[in-house]
């Protein structure tokens, strides 16, 4: 008998590429791996969180069910009163009560008052792209045209380029996903224009459901979606399967019976590129209770009004205290010292960090080496594919500005000394070799009493050697 198969995450089902600063706000029920934000990961996941409440699945996890990838700067927040289970990554989990503090920078990222979130505009909408010929779409019938095309396979509709330009309203009707079968999927750029596709329903057996079944090095950006979706082995509210393209600043606000793959924005993810996303609501696995969606909105509209930041930074294990008489004093003050060129031998560097005792500011301290440097010295950037390949797609990637960390400390507070770092691996895994380099260091501050982060961050040129 064949294994089912029923992966669930509040943002992706399985991903095997990048996704970075997405939340998931959705409640999972059942399932073989259920994941607050992700089922399965095997990519890179960065800065993202998710509110999470999995129940009744055979691996539950606050945020990854499984990951054999990446993950950084994420964590999910997990407000049950009676923990009768811990998830399986239950180390990276937070109450929103003990994070109320911590210094995400949220306000230019979303808009506190709005439920779901939306993007800041100003800061969050991406520009499509130029084109030589943009379809228009401004009523249902222009998107069952559209959608009719493409899943007949007319090539000036598959690889069109296509900008919405009214918010749309099915009023509960059936919609019929755009790219329905694999061997027919969208290939083209599809610009929302900050505009929303709502209230739609796709039921029925079928392989793939989600506003796009299908996509195939696609650009979907700058759009949001409201909906529900019955009876496909692979859901998303954007789509049910991606590969490779993009899909940056959309939303998804679903209702998901799941049998296969499924996630509030993508069910499937394999080398696609997931940025400035979100997604609410509820999956379950098929034939579970759709009633259990009344519990669900309000815990929503509750938890959509915190401010969620990033996690606090910890002292770091290798600080040493010192007693230099020296006192806080009134104002904003913060001094340092540290060598000018930084030694590495096996992997330890020469610091010799001071933050002295009248500073008002816990220091961090990163070493950083731009891609220039390293293209100068080495050739290469030392990107991952799927780093470059993202970089690339925005169309934002200038190697005198982009810097990979080489070493970054735990917060070394006011009055201690740090005397050494551990040097990272380059972004691709890869080692720095041997030989001296020009570094700039990093200093982020943070408020020593109140752990706010400060505004403004120094940057230092700085020698490097690696022997």
Known sequence: MKKKI??????????????????????LSGGQSSGGFIGCNYGEIYNSWCQTDSKRGKIMAGFAA???????????????????????????????????NLPWDYERTWNRDEVPRRFKEDAFHIESGAADEWIEIDSIEGFTAFADGVNRGNRQ??????RL???????????????EDDALPFKGIFDGGNHSITNFKIKGKRKYGGLFGCLKDAKIVNLTVDGMIQGAEYSGGIAGMMEGGIISCCGSAIRIEAKKYAGGLVGKNRD????????????HEHKRPWFLLLFLIPLLLLLLKLGIPYPSVPVDGNVQAIHDGLKPQNGNTAAFEFNRLIVFTDGIGELAFYNPGNSTQDIVVKLTISDQELIDKLGVNHRTFLDQKRLEVLGEYDP???????????RVPAGS??????????????????GTYKGIIELVFYDSESQEKALLNSQLPVGIEIR
């Open 165 to 179: 330009t009214a918010d749309l309203d099915f009023q509960g009707k059936k919609l019929i996903p755009i790219g």
């Open 400 to 410: 005198e500005t982009y810097r990979q960390d080489l070493a970054v400390s735990g």
């Open 272 to 283: 696609g590129i997931l940025i400035k996303n979100y997604a609410v609501g509820l999956i």
């Open 66 to 100: 499984k990951n054999e990838g990446i993950m950084e700067h994420i964590f999910y927040i997990d407000d049950r009163k009676k923990k009768k289970k811990e998830f399986a990554d239950s180390e990276l989990a937070l109450d929103s009560e003990s994070i109320q």
């Open 417 to 434: 000394r740090l005397e050494t770092l551990t040097l990272n691996a380059l972004q691709d895994g890869t080692d720095l070799p041997p």
């Open 6 to 27: 029923c992966l669930m995450g509040g943002l992706a089902g399985l991903s095997n590429s990048y996704i970075k600063d997405c939340y998931a706000m959705v409640k």
């Open 157 to 162: 509709y598959q690889y069109a380029a296509c």
